[in-house]
């Protein structure tokens, strides 16, 4: 009877045991939601960030889901626990039920586009001017001095609406900026102006399956700044290094 009673106990301490560390391991899997920007997050998978991600998750047994959908609605997606994290977001942009971890993945060069009969735009002299950028990304939180901006849902106005006056410079990552001005009929009618670089991050859902997340992207991440494994994606696709 003593006998069968300590092997109960040690079944049950093995199964406890056993739980206990399923309850530890990250998920399988993490559920990824991003809007689609030019070689940084093709919805077919492909792209820097995607590249990144993978070799940070995959080793650690943790295989990425995409959801490409607009910025706005992928942090959405987060916030009512249907995705695990958005990619592309600037440091404490969201507060509500998000956790942002401590690594970045990347950096947007952030750029302005406008006539060139306009003066050079710089940090110093944002409040002269309207500005404008996409709906959702909160550079008046991350530039100084911005006083008179609009947010807009489609890129592919802006050249009109600055030729119109309805603004003086539109304001987003110089990929994007290089994407439109790739449409303008005299691309020599306008300038490009460098403001600042900001580090991107992920956005992970505050819920123990996002802190668990961020801690292995955070640990993965860390391993492979150290190691410099990611730089070689960062030259295949002809970008910045983040981390000097």
Known sequence: MALTGWLLAGV???IGASGAQAQDAPPGEIRLASEVWNGHTHADGTG???DVLRRVFEPAGVALRIHSVPYTRSIGLVQRGEA????GSYRDEVSEGVFYPRWHYDADQITALGLRDKPQLTLDNLADYRLAWMRGYGYQAYLPNVRDYR?????SGILGMLELGHADFYIDARTEVDEVLSEAPDAGRYRVSELTRL??????ADTPRGRSLAEVYDRRLGELVASGELRPLFQHWQQPYPFD
């Open 48 to 50: 820097l960030a995607w």
């Open 12 to 14: 049950l301490l093995l």
């Open 84 to 87: 695990d994290a958005w990619v």
């Open 151 to 155: 947010e807009i849902h489609r890129r």
């Open 199 to 204: 580090p991107l991050y992920l956005g992970f």
